[in-house]
């Protein structure tokens, strides 16, 4: 089972942050935090990951509490094409381990 | 920008018989995986592979299940005797070492008749 909760949707007016929260209150110490996204039945798109610092990239920011039991993914700027069900996802650090989807938080972007 | 790629998009078969889907991953990953996902359902991890062996399977894997990497640049999940519930998209993903991310494909819809 998912490691993670997160809302089951949530909507954004285009060209605000869409910040999708995620709560991992059972992470443990060689477990990062990895966001994905699906756009309609498309694969899912590798979006971003840490471990405990604040991480960004082209697509978005990872912000990541203190205690690592908490974090949201801040699209800046969103599109309509940011419309998507998004997927954050506990992994450990070591070995070839697969990741656990959950279902997700439904994003609808608003024009 | 290097992608996974998957054949066919889509595949139509009777029950009970084999199918065969294919991926050919970035070139340079060493790591790969099979997903699925029934409609309206989460994407659920099927299989792991590395160094022609694998490496990581679920129960969904049975042994109807199998994956082979026949040359070096395919790999390929084989339903011996497609069942209703099988169903789904089928992803492949690749990733060049671990704990390396994993890029997933655009996924193959079989439908099972």
């Known amino acids: 089972d998912a490691k993670t909760t997160q809302p089951p949707s949530m909507d954004c007016a285009e060209g605000r942050a869409a910040n999708l929260p995620c709560n991992h209150s059972t992470i443990s110490g060689n477990e990062y935090v990895y966001w994905y996204r699906q756009i309609h039945s498309q694969g899912p798109q590798y979006i971003i990951h840490?471990?405990?610092n604040n991480e960004t990239n082209e697509m978005a920011s990872l912000i990541i509490t203190e205690d690592r039991k908490s974090s949201t993914l801040i699209l800046p700027h969103a599109t309509l094409r940011d419309t998507a069900v998004y997927y954050c996802i506990v992994r450990s650090y070591s070995g070839n381990t697969p990741l656990v989807f959950g279902k997700g938080t439904r994003l609808s972007v608003i024009a | 920008e290097p992608e996974v790629t998957q054949t066919p998009s889509h595949q139509v078969t009777q029950m009970g018989q084999e199918v065969i889907l294919r991926c050919v991953p970035i070139s340079n990953h060493l790591y790969f995986y099979w997903y699925r996902q029934i409609l309206g359902q989460k994407v659920e991890f099927l299989v792991s592979f590395y160094n022609n062996e694998i490496s990581e399977k679920s129960e969904i894997f049975d042994d109807q299940f199998s994956v082979e990497r026949p040359d070096g640049s395919n790999f390929t999940l084989k339903i011996r005797s497609t069942k209703l519930e099988d169903s789904a998209m089928y992803f492949c993903?690749?990733?060049?070492?671990?704990?390396?991310?994993?890029?997933f494909g655009p996924g193959t819809r079989l439908t099972v008749l």
């Open positions: 840490g471990l405990k």
């Open positions: 993903a690749s990733s060049d070492r671990v704990p390396d991310t994993q890029y």
